[in-house]
């Protein structure tokens, strides 16, 4: 198992460019997540899907969409990048089934470093 | 609303000593409680997860935590620290209204010096 894979690994955009980040997941996980880390931060999120066709806002949604039209691919769209889009992005994975004590736990991919100039 | 709090944001020890992070949480509820670690430029790891079935939960390369309710406190120990384990250390507890998401705290940075 590759776990969940990111690619680019680092990136430069432009103020005003367009980009996607791509995320898949080997584990047949019903759960993925993209969250932001600024410097000094913790990890707060941007949106997450609880399975294929279905994705929800989380706490930082703004300048950012995404889809999930299979189970393994969850990818992240910036459409207008700002300087304040600058920073390290993760995306995460959890099996998500109720009643399941590890259920919850997510893995991790190895991020992708995003500047914006 | 689901918080933690992480006391240190540098915490240094010297290699063979012993690490302790602090982490306090506040929830109306009993919530689960992670610890995960992040090397440089990686991504994050579960170091060890608590979901009530025993208030003592050890994880991954020696470590472990321990929940006290009374305290509100989840502080993740190692009896004898490693060069490896130098990285940043992040408490996070679940979301009440929804249990897959994540709540982290600022994260802590574990310096060890030889």
């Known amino acids: 198992n590759a776990g969940v894979t990111q690619t680019p690994k680092f990136r430069i955009l432009k103020i005003g460019q367009s980009m996607t980040l791509q995320c898949t997941q080997d584990?047949?996980?019903?759960?993925m997540y993209w969250y932001r880390q600024d410097p000094g931060m913790g990890l707060k999120l941007i949106y997450y899907s609880v399975g294929a066709g279905i994705t929800d806002k989380g706490e930082v949604p703004n300048g950012y969409n995404v889809s999930r039209s299979t189970t393994e691919d969850f990818p992240l769209r910036l459409e207008l990048a700002a300087p304040s889009q600058t920073s390290v992005y993760f995306c995460?994975?959890?099996?998500?089934?109720?009643?399941?004590?590890?259920?919850?736990?997510?893995?991790f991919g190895p991020g992708t470093r995003l500047t914006v100039l | 609303a689901q918080s933690v709090t992480q006391l240190d944001s540098h915490v240094s020890v010297s290699e063979g000593t012993p690490v302790l992070l602090r982490c306090n949480y506040s929830s109306s509820y009993s919530p689960s409680l992670f610890w995960y670690v992040q090397h440089p430029n990686k991504g994050l790891q579960l170091l060890l997860k608590y979901t009530s079935a025993a208030t003592l939960v050890k994880g991954i390369n020696g470590f472990e935590a321990e929940f006290k309710k009374s305290e509100t406190s989840f502080h993740l120990t190692k009896p004898s620290a490693h060069m490896s384990d130098a990285a940043e250390y992040f408490c996070?507890?679940?979301?009440?209204?929804?249990?897959?998401?994540?709540?982290f705290g600022t994260g802590t940075r574990l310096q060890v010096f030889p």
């Open positions: 996070v507890v679940s979301d009440q209204d929804n249990t897959d998401k994540l709540i």
């Open positions: 995460a994975s959890s099996l998500g089934l109720a009643g399941d004590g590890l259920a919850d736990t997510q893995y």
């Open positions: 584990m047949n996980h019903n759960y």
